[in-house]
């Protein structure tokens, strides 16, 4: 009985972790980003689909913990078929998986915002690894890979925008020297992307976030050990999407 017992109590222990984890925003602990999946609310897949009140001129926006606080500081109460309205544009959420598989979800957005179309995408702050030169320059390669797939697909629909968010810094606690070469040459890969590519444009949010060492400016984090903004951070952010739609073609 006694050892059932326990059985109970751990399983019980880890259904309130994976809750905890799942909630947005800075109720996060420590460098945990929680992604979507396939068919939750607001995914290609959703009951919430692209196409549902969305006008031309509407931006689809791909991400997953960060960008949904970053729509909850915009004042967006969690329906994904209703937008957040920013600088006069009506953002959509479109909650994305991790990595392998957030490469199909922004192809689905990317292929129902069609020709002359505008999306939102960018990796959170935990698909970037460092730790060693080995696993930093194997994960910018996937990284790299996921967005370069993403712009060639892109170029298919004609006059469709593709803003494209760089890297997120994290709390110094967990930032390496081999983190932020990873991130930095990401980021160069972008500007190389839009320079290429007339219809990308950047969304500066590193250089709105990061430190001069690379780690994210501790007013910008939610805690010393939480990488996800704070309404400090969220504002520095829409400073970086205000200035990335000022240069939309």
């Given at each position: 009985?006694?050892?059932?017992?326990?059985?109970?109590?751990?399983?019980?222990?880890?259904?309130?972790?994976?809750?905890?984890?799942?909630?947005?925003?800075?109720?996060?602990?420590?460098?945990?980003?929680?992604?979507?999946?396939?068919?939750?609310?607001?995914?290609?897949?959703?009951?919430?689909?692209?196409?549902?009140?969305?006008?031309?001129?509407?931006?689809?926006?791909?991400?997953?913990?960060?960008?949904?606080?970053?729509?909850?500081?915009?004042?967006?109460?969690?329906?994904?078929?209703?937008?957040?309205?920013?600088?006069?544009?009506?953002?959509?959420?479109?909650?994305?998986?991790?990595?392998?598989?957030?490469?199909?979800?922004?192809?689905?957005?990317?292929?129902?915002?069609?020709?002359?179309?505008?999306?939102?995408?960018?990796?959170?702050?935990?698909?970037?690894?460092g730790g060693d030169e080995w696993t930093a320059r194997e994960n910018l390669r996937r990284n790299q890979g996921i967005i370069d797939e993403l712009v060639e697909y892109s170029r298919k629909f004609p006059g469709q925008v593709l803003l494209l968010g760089n890297a997120l810094p994290v709390v110094s606690e967990y930032c390496d020297s081999w983190l932020v070469w990873n991130q930095r040459s990401y980021n160069r890969h972008l500007e190389e992307l839009a320079s290429a590519n007339p219809q990308v444009v950047v969304v500066d949010l590193y250089g709105a976030l990061a430190a001069g060492d690379g780690s994210l400016q501790p007013r910008f984090a939610c805690s010393r050990d939480d990488s996800h903004p704070s309404a400090a951070g969220y504002a520095a952010m829409d400073g970086a999407m205000r200035a990335a739609l000022a240069k939309m073609p």
């Open positions: 009985m006694l050892g059932k017992a326990r059985t109970v109590l751990a399983a019980a222990a880890a259904a309130l972790l994976l809750a905890a984890l799942a909630a947005p925003g800075c109720g996060k602990s420590g460098n945990v980003s929680t992604g979507g999946s396939g068919g939750s609310a607001g995914s290609p897949g959703s009951g919430g689909g692209i196409g549902t009140g969305v006008g031309r001129g509407a931006v689809q926006a791909c991400g997953r913990s960060v960008l949904y606080g970053w729509f909850e500081h915009l004042g967006w109460e969690g329906d994904p078929a209703v937008p957040v309205r920013f600088e006069g544009v009506d953002f959509y959420y479109r909650e994305m998986s991790c990595p392998p598989e957030i490469t199909d979800d922004a192809r689905a957005v990317i292929k129902r915002a069609g020709e002359g179309g505008r999306v939102f995408f960018k990796l959170c702050f935990a698909d970037f690894e």
